[in-house]
């Protein structure tokens, strides 16, 4: 299994960004890291390990970029608009520096976006933000708020970061394009975030999968189950 290091000074960050790349050829699969996690977290926590056959195959390239949330969400020490203004530099340099770069590695013209618990936010609202980016959006107990980080503060910005939110008044076509599963447990923490998520799809008549699974925690072992059943819903020619 092929795998690649890349690091780059971001001029959406003003930082230093790591990646790592996983694959030879195949569709982009763009994975998020949880809360603060590294660029590495996905590799040594097993996901990538589970989607092993699909890399192997040339079917999948899969995209492990850093998160900023310490510099953003996580950031207690400054405030709440300037962690949002960090996270919307992180949502550009994910557009901009790595999915317009990969994304006509498919006919399509279009990735997969994906992640576990607060990488399955990124993923989301990622997708809900670029939807004509996206084919796929894999959620993964992931949850769709960020007004916990917010301290009370809100503007636009926090708004258009919040897909419980902004969702209800998105109409581009794209969204009824997409692949879309929330994949949950009923005894998993976002249980009810991906509820809340589902019923505001039904509302909007987009066609999505609520997977829950049963008896199981938030937690990778979960993940590692659901990632490469997900995989398997893509289009690969």
């Not at 020490?77 to 498919?106: A, F, G, L, S, W």
């Not at 576990?116 to 993923?123: D, R, V």
């Not at 009824?176 to 019923?199: E, H, P, R, Y």
């Amino acid at each position: 299994m092929k795998e690649e290091y890349f690091k780059w000074h971001s001029p959406n960050l003003n930082r230093e960004i790591e990646m790592l790349v996983y694959g030879h050829s195949g569709y982009p699969v763009v994975l998020f890291p949880t809360s603060m996690g590294s660029y590495h977290e996905n590799k040594d926590m097993g996901l990538i390990e589970s989607a092993r056959w699909y890399i192997e195959q040339g079917l999948i390239q899969i995209f492990c970029p850093d998160s900023v949330d310490k510099d953003s969400f996580y950031n207690k020490q400054i405030h709440p608009v300037h962690r949002i203004e960090n996270h919307v530099r992180y949502d550009k340099m994910i557009c901009h520096e790595i999915v317009e770069r990969v994304k006509n590695n498919t006919p399509s013209g279009k990735v997969v976006v994906a992640g576990c618990s607060f990488g399955g936010y990124h993923a989301a609202n990622f997708a809900f933000k670029h939807p004509g980016y996206v084919s796929h959006l894999f959620s993964l107990s992931g949850a769709f708020t960020i007004k916990n980080f917010m301290d009370g503060f809100h503007n636009d910005d926090v708004f258009y970061n919040s897909p419980e939110d902004y969702l209800y008044g998105l109409n581009d076509h794209e969204l009824w394009n997409m692949d879309i599963v929330l994949g949950t447990s009923n005894w998993d923490i976002c249980f009810d975030a991906n509820l809340k998520l589902s019923k505001i799809l039904s509302d909007k008549n987009v066609h999505h999968w609520l997977d829950i699974r049963q008896d199981q925690k938030h937690d990778w072992p979960l993940w590692i189950e659901m990632f490469p059943h997900y995989l398997s819903r893509i289009n690969f020619f």
